[in-house]
């Protein structure tokens, strides 16, 4: 059982900078695509960044040039660098793992808030 463990969310101003951090146990990082969502009150939960087992990243349009994913996969951690941030990225951002096999369970982390003042 995979188990991710988030922290790094917080209160910030806007133009302001926050970074998240996933720590996983029970996986080997380097088999999982690794990725973020976000979640806004009343609001589904949608993308922010993944990334393969490949190493390829992709973003949302709404926060390219602004965030930047990246992994260690030996610490079994992904991150988030979240830059210029903007009162519409207020959400509850969630950590996302999932084995490259089609057939495998995907894991969430418990979500870590973000709250950008104007």
């Known amino acids: 059982q995979v188990q991710l463990v988030e922290s790094g969310g917080g209160l910030v101003q806007a133009g302001g900078s926050l970074r998240l951090s996933c720590t996983a146990s029970?996986?080997?990082?380097?088999?999982?695509?690794l990725g973020w969502y976000r979640q806004a009150p009343g609001e589904e939960r949608d993308l922010v960044a993944i990334?393969?087992?490949?190493?390829?990243?992709s973003y949302a349009d709404s926060v390219k040039g602004r965030f930047t994913l990246s992994r260690d996969n030996g610490k079994s951690t992904v991150y988030l660098q979240m830059d210029s941030l903007k009162p519409d990225d207020t959400a509850v951002y969630y950590c996302?793992?999932?084995?490259?096999?089609?057939?495998?369970?995907?894991?969430w982390g418990q979500g870590t808030q973000v709250t950008v003042s104007s």
């Open positions: 996302y793992a999932k084995h490259y096999l089609p057939s495998a369970t995907p894991f």
């Open positions: 990334s393969t087992s490949g190493g390829s990243t």
């Open positions: 029970g996986a080997n990082f380097a088999h999982y695509v």
